[in-house]
């Protein structure tokens, strides 16, 4: 499992970063039984450049919490027997493993809705982060039945990683 984070902001997080993407990365593979090792690539910015990012790459001039940028294109949600069949495409020549793909994080949101929902930093860092590896592995919540699947997942993954909304 291989993880690269960039923060181009000033926010100093009260954990470490690499460390909490790692675990996440781990525990939403595992849920997802997915065979291969992988690759998350996480950039953290601040409310200007994700505005930036969602206006160039979702047509919408505004700004969001975190986006995701998969990189297999799933049939079924979790489902990474496809893969194989485009090995070029979804692997990474050098390491071998699987690119899942690139999130995208905004700082200046974690903290202020940390504070709006009355809870860690870490806790709104770690659901945004399981939110966005989710998507990396084919959900989504555009319907109510997609959305209840989505969120109970990101809370068994926080539960099981002992991240609580009261910390």
């Known amino acids: 499992m291989t993880s690269y984070v960039e923060n181009e902001t000033k926010v100093d997080f009260p954990f470490d970063v690499q460390d909490i993407l790692n675990k996440i ?34 047509d919408m001039d505004r700004e969001t919490d975190v986006l995701s940028f998969p990189n297999i294109s799933f049939d079924n949600e979790g489902d990474f027997s496809q893969v194989e069949h485009m090995s070029a495409d979804y692997f990474d020549p050098d390491s071998g493993e699987l690119i899942l793909g690139d999130i995208i994080l905004c700082a200046d949101r974690v903290l202020s809705q940390a504070q709006e929902y009355g809870h860690s930093v870490l806790r709104e860092f770690a659901f945004l982060t399981a939110h966005s ?23 068994a993954v926080l539960m099981n990683l002992g991240i609580s909304r009261v910390q």
């Open 133 to 155: 590896m989710f998507h990396l592995c084919g959900y989504d919540h555009m319907e109510e039945r997609e959305a209840a699947v989505m969120e109970e997942k990101q809370e």
């Open 25 to 58: 990365m781990e525990a939403v593979t595992q849920m997802e039984n997915c065979p291969y090792e992988t690759t998350v690539n996480l950039l953290i910015t601040d409310n200007a450049g994700i505005r930036e990012y969602n206006k160039n790459y979702r």
